[in-house]
């Protein structure tokens, strides 16, 4: 079947810090990859995507690059801010983008 | 301005009651879909609709009903045969058809039983 699996949080950083939040996949085709984003009481909204191997999705300085070899997705921020705490969920679809399989989670405090 | 509409932002519900979930798009997608978030967790599916009139059971179905008789409205109704109905429900919408589809949520409904 198809899952995602993201490093569990809560994950906690201060202002500033480098953020790596790993995902992984198992898919039974050729998945697009995404990063969605949860901020307190909404609902997600898309951070970023990925359709090919070797892809590297980007926006608001976050960034994961699409890695057939590992299976990997792993989103990626140089110098976070207070304002990016959030839940940040990982993604796929297969190409029919019938249903989407979103991980668990994980949830990030920035501290000032 | 495009986007998904969800109603109401709080619900409660009694025992025994059934109550109704809205979500309404205006961006002419043809797939939508129906989650629920308790928390600390992911989303799980309830129900997803291809197009008008047709719609799918995703993972956890038992205890609600849907009907998507329009293409802009997804009702979801949370029967009172849903014995633990608390939790947060996000609507999705897509384009539908692929290669890659995006799917845009709506603000969500926190449901809470009296």
């Known amino acids: 079947g198809n899952s995602v699996t993201q490093m569990e949080g809560p994950v906690t950083l201060s202002e500033e810090a480098f953020l790596t939040i790993n995902c992984t996949y198992t898919a039974t085709g050729y998945p697009s990859l995404f990063w969605y984003v949860q901020y307190p009481g909404e609902g997600l909204q898309l951070l970023l995507k990925a359709t090919k191997a070797d892809d590297k999705g980007s926006n608001k300085g976050f960034e994961a690059t699409y890695r057939k070899e590992t299976t990997s997705f792993h989103l990626e921020k140089g110098s976070v801010q207070v304002s990016d705490s959030a839940v940040y969920f990982c993604?796929?679809?297969?190409?029919?983008?019938?249903?989407?399989?979103f991980g668990p989670g994980t949830r990030l405090s920035v501290l000032p | 301005d495009g986007g998904i509409t969800q109603s109401p932002k709080y619900l409660f519900r009694k025992e025994g009651q059934n109550v109704t979930l809205s979500c309404e798009q205006n961006?002419?997608?043809?797939?939508m879909y129906w989650y629920r978030q308790d928390p600390g967790q992911g989303l799980r599916l309830i129900y997803y609709s291809q197009i008008v009139n047709d719609f799918q059971k995703g993972d956890i179905a038992e205890g609600y009903s849907v009907s998507r008789e329009k293409k802009e409205s997804f009702p979801l109704t949370v029967t009172s045969a849903q014995k633990n109905p608390t939790a947060f429900y996000l609507c999705?919408?897509?384009?539908?058809?692929?290669?890659?589809?995006?799917?845009?949520f709506g603000a969500g409904t926190r449901l809470s039983v009296l």
């Open positions: 961006l002419n997608h043809d797939a």
């Open positions: 993604a796929l679809t297969l190409n029919y983008g019938q249903n989407f399989v």
């Open positions: 999705a919408s897509s384009p539908g058809g692929a290669p890659m589809n995006i799917q845009y």
